[in-house]
């Protein structure tokens, strides 16, 4: 299995969609990569952790899951770099790859050291536009596979129908 670990802030702060809702709405753009890597862990089969620093806010770790995508704010005193080394190190097996996108220089050398790859945020930037890309095309793949009625209908009939459906005369 592949696990990806997402440093929340670097990645909001590098991507330019992201960096721009960051400026008016933090809250907004930290929602906006949840629902991104949401998309990128359902169609990668990658499970996804996403965390953000919470170093300067009182109290212990929080951790819930929105979209199926795992989010952590650090405890107080803990930076996301620091929580992100130990959930790479305790994460890391025979049959798990686990991977880290940053593009904190430091921290991509200090995962290497615990057996992670990494991914920098520019990286996984195409990686995302790419499966929402391989999405749309599917979607508009199967909508174009997909009958619009069980009964095979003239367009003329299907026109009628259609100005029924939408209360017209």
């Not at 949401?38 to 089969?45: K, L, P, V, W």
């Not at 951790?63 to 952590?72: A, F, S």
């Not at 305790?90 to 991977?99: A, F, G, M």
Request: charged content about 30%; hydrophobic content about 40%; proline content about 2%.
């Amino acid at each position: 299995m592949d696990i990806l670990i997402v440093d929340g802030y670097n990645i909001i702060g590098a991507w330019p969609e992201l960096r721009e809702l960051r400026d008016t709405d933090l809250s907004l753009a930290r929602d906006r990569l949840v629902e991104k890597m949401a998309e990128y862990q359902a169609f990668t089969g990658c499970k996804v952790i996403i965390v953000f620093d919470a170093h300067l806010v009182q109290g212990t770790t929080k951790k819930y899951v929105d979209h199926q995508v795992e989010v952590i704010f650090t405890k107080e005193n803990e930076t996301a770099d620091e929580h992100i080394e130990k959930l790479a190190k305790s994460l890391q097996q025979v049959r798990t790859k686990v991977y880290v996108a940053t593009s904190d220089y430091t921290e991509q050398w200090a995962i290497f050291g615990q057996g992670a790859l990494r991914k920098s945020a520019r990286e996984l930037l195409i990686e995302v536009d790419a499966v929402q890309r391989n999405i749309s095309t599917n979607v508009k793949h199967i909508q174009q596979k997909k009958p619009m009625s069980k009964i095979p209908l003239t367009d003329e009939v299907a026109k009628i129908f259609e100005k029924w459906r939408r209360g017209e005369k």
